[in-house]
């Protein structure tokens, strides 16, 4: 298995509701992302978890909240999020502790109404 | 502040032609240079680089790096309708991946 997967493909969510993306991967990688990539621009860092751990948080706001209950799964939980949080999210995971070859799910497609 | 810049911004040539990404860079403690090639969703991994000098190949697309003028060039040869897509060039350090703004690349029929 040589690939990240991301459900849901697409969320659609009011700026009251509560809701997670997952992200999950079973080829033994230790480190894993999130990225937020607005239309027409590069994906943005949000966090980066190694060995389950958070070790980057890139000043994201707390109504973003990860989660990375093993070493195959990882959650973005979503609370009272703005419509300006709608984007791409993108997870990815690599062999290495930080940054080595990054390998990207398909994303989930995030509208905030 | 760590940056990295791609050039050109968009490109449009026609296939079978040979195209040059350009890719510049300040970062600090720089650890390797990431290419990616994006269409409509994920981004997908092309090549890392960390050695100066050194290029990497793969089918018709190759890069090299320049650790002493902080630059990368990304060669697409003999350019096809399926290599339209964006190009993303990203910068590792120690604890960050920075990312240019891409060249978006259209090949025309």
């Known amino acids: 298995d040589t690939e990240v997967t991301q459900t849901p493909k697409h969320l659609v969510m009011g700026m009251t509701n509560k809701k997670s993306l997952k992200c999950e991967q079973h080829m033994g990688h230790r480190a894993m992302y999130w990225y937020k990539q607005k239309a027409k621009k590069p994906p943005e860092l949000m966090f980066v978890?190694?060995?389950?751990?958070?070790?980057i948080n890139e000043s994201v706001p707390s109504r973003f909240s990860p989660e990375c209950p093993n070493s195959s799964l990882l959650n973005l939980h979503l609370h009272a999020l703005q419509p300006e949080d709608s984007a791409l999210y993108l997870c990815?995971?690599?062999?290495?502790?930080?940054?080595?070859?990054?390998?990207f799910g398909p994303g989930t497609r995030l509208t905030v109404l | 502040e760590d940056k990295v810049v791609q050039s050109p911004l968009s490109l449009v040539v026609h296939e079978g032609d040979t195209v040059t990404l350009n890719c510049s860079y300040e970062v600090t403690n720089f650890r390797s240079l990431l290419w990616y090639k994006q269409e409509k969703k994920a981004p997908t991994f092309l090549f890392m680089l960390t050695s100066s000098g050194i290029e990497k190949k793969s089918g018709r697309l190759s890069s090299i790096l320049d650790k002493k003028e902080l630059f990368s060039i990304l060669n697409i040869t003999a350019t096809q309708t399926g290599d339209s897509a964006i190009y993303l060039c990203?910068?590792?350090?120690?604890?960050?991946?920075?990312f240019g703004k891409g060249t978006r690349l259209h090949i025309l029929p």
């Open positions: 990815a995971s690599s062999t290495g502790t930080s940054f080595h070859e990054q390998f």
């Open positions: 978890y190694s060995y389950e751990k958070l070790s």
């Open positions: 990203a910068v590792k350090g120690n604890d960050k991946i920075i």
